[in-house]
């Protein structure tokens, strides 16, 4: 799950570490966020991305080395030969809209690793503990989020 703890929003509850070399090749590539299983999709030790052959617009998150957002670039396109930031240690793909609708912006402090809270124990905008609220990206599988 990837949570911003600066806005308080999940961006991800489900999210693939893109760590062996096929995965970084390939990455979203012929294939929507569905078919991996996955609503973001994380590439460590990565400052650059390209959207070659890609079939749908994507939002892309670039971290400094402490989860700090460096740059967001929303709707990249298919076809983009490079989008890139200098500095960065993590690149995070999301799908078109969610940093729209999470306020992710420069500045903000990303946990990839945060906890997700048992289905018995959700709220509609859950995140780690029933109590604490916050708003999450909608995914195709649940719109009304």
Known sequence: MIRNLTKQTVLSYRTFQAVSFGDRLRGLIGRPFEEIGADAMVFP???AIHTF????PIDVIFLG???TVLATHPGCRPWRPAVRCRGAR???ELPEGALAHTGTMPGDRLDLNAETVPPEKRTKYSTRTAGEESTVCPSKENPTV
């Open 53 to 56: 052959f890609m079939t749908f």
């Open 90 to 92: 993590s690149v995070i």
């Open 45 to 47: 030790s990565c400052s």
């Open 65 to 67: 080395a402490d989860n």
